[in-house]
């Protein structure tokens, strides 16, 4: 695949001021570029000249005037992040000095890199495939240590490695069977089919631990959405501030205050709760109130956990039971009964008439009593025991989808050699089912595919 060979430069540290920012330039004219700009505080020094892995100081000049004292880091091809000429300049964090270092590249040669291309470069250049690419965006935006876990697993190549090792198997037997085609009129059989039947079956269990790992990695990667519900005025808004431990949202006595959901996140144990306060259940002329409470219903929909808040002194279990019914949540959704304003119940009756209900939480949200409760209940939901081992979890919808095409083509393959159907046959649907692994790996990709992906990522990465 082709690819510009222009030189590319980027500021690879957040915008803004800071007290370092360091500015990438790869490229086959990256040193010759940086020549024009770089002054060695040793005058003798030539960057052409100097070796690879060395950093030096000196300024970034503007013709005669001084923009910066730097430290540049010379990388060379192919012995760099991108597999090209690679330099990086170290300049003083300001926005003046980030964007005029930036200038004097350009206006000397370079162009200013889109989002995700010296990754792209790397890739094309042959220093990850896709599935390593992909994992270095996931490390950056990863905001919990399940997420980076994950992220350094794959970073590191274990799903990749694994892929490959199977591919290769698969395209080794693919071969003898497009070779007993060459000699069909003699009718020999290169491919052992009881070898390729073990071969197909344990690629087909990897390929469903693969598939059924997605819904972690989902976790892992995007959160578990948390559905705080219930009838207006039961302290759905106090207990995300609770959660929360700030005054997210508005808390009033007047009922029906949230009009639209407000959605906020924790990390708990590693693992990132979505959590979201959602407008009062009931039903409503106002058309404000109503739209909120249609929003609250998709909020459910999408929810793995539901908090379903009732007032202590208000309600029965006979009421709880019929509001659920009335909910009909989906069967994938868990469901936590949360009984609200325990501080207002004397006595410890309150526990006795709520005992026969299921995954019931009693709670004062306004007094934060027995949250510990709660959230041990919510993280009961949800196993993270596979995130501390070393199996691999797929985090990617792409590697998803690609994995269920393949596993379809290798349920072809089985049912294909149950039937002892053709040798051509087998061959046709072995390729299909490389051709979908070749897609997360990067063995066989578009244009536009890798448009998709790169272009998520963040300028100068």
């Known amino acids: 695949m082709q690819f510009d060979t222009d030189t590319i430069c980027a500021l690879s540290t957040p915008t803004g001021t800071s007290a370092i920012a360091v500015i990438r330039v790869t490229g086959n004219e990256a040193f010759d570029i940086c020549k024009q700009l770089f002054e060695p505080a040793d005058t003798k020094k030539d960057i052409n000249k100097e070796s690879a892995f060395s950093i030096h100081y000196g300024f970034i000049k503007d013709n005669n005037d001084i923009i910066d004292e730097v430290l540049i880091s010379l990388f060379r091809n192919p012995h760099s992040y991108t597999g090209e000429d690679l330099i990086e300049i170290s300049c003083h964090g300001s926005i003046y000095v980030q964007q005029k270092v930036l200038q004097l590249l ?143 949202a508005i808390v009033s006595d007047i009922p029906g205050t949230t009009r639209d959901y407000l959605e906020d996140s924790v990390n708990m144990n590693g693992i990132l709760y979505r959590f979201i306060d959602t407008a009062g259940i009931r039903k409503s002329t106002d058309e404000i109130e109503s739209k909120g409470i249609e929003k609250t219903f998709e909020k459910i929909n999408e929810a793995k956990i539901v908090l379903y808040m009732f007032e202590a002194l208000e309600t029965d279990v006979p009421q709880i039971e019929k509001d659920l019914a009335e909910l009909s949540l989906d069967t994938d959704t868990d469901t936590i009964i949360v009984i609200n304003k325990t501080d207002q119940v004397t006595g410890d009756s309150i526990e006795e008439k709520f005992k026969s209900v299921k995954d019931v939480v009693l709670i004062s949200a306004l007094n934060k009593v027995n949250l510990s409760s709660l959230t ?53 649907d072995i390729r299909n089912s490389l051709t979908h692994l070749g897609e997360i790996t990067g063995e066989v990709t578009n244009d536009e595919l890798l448009g998709n992906i790169f272009g998520r990522f963040c300028i100068g990465k």
């Open 106 to 248: 350009v206006n000397a040669g370079a162009r200013t890199a889109k989002p995700g291309e010296f990754t792209m470069r790397a890739f094309l250049n042959g220093k990850m495939d896709l599935t390593k690419a992909e994992a270095v965006a996931d490390l950056i935006a990863s905001s919990t240590a399940a997420a980076h876990k994950t992220a350094i697993n794959q970073m590191r190549g274990g799903f990749s490695d694994e892929l490959k090792e199977l591919r290769q198997k698969l395209l080794d037997f693919a071969s003898l069977i497009e070779l007993e085609l060459d000699f069909s009129e003699e009718d020999v059989e290169f491919a052992d089919r009881k070898a390729l039947t073990t071969l197909i079956l344990e690629i087909n269990d990897m390929l469903k631990r693969l598939i059924d790992s997605f819904s972690l990695g989902n976790v892992i990667k995007n959160g578990v959405p948390v559905a705080i519900i219930g009838k207006p005025n039961v302290g759905k808004s106090t207990l995300l501030n609770a959660l929360l431990n700030e005054e997210r």
């Open 376 to 428: 041990e209940k919510i993280e009961s939901f949800v196993t993270v025991q596979s995130v501390e081992s070393n199996d691999t979890i797929i985090t990617n919808a792409r590697h998803y989808e690609a994995l269920s095409k393949s596993l379809a083509g290798i349920e072809e393959v089985i049912s294909g050699l149950n039937n002892k159907i053709s040798g051509e046959l087998l061959a046709a």
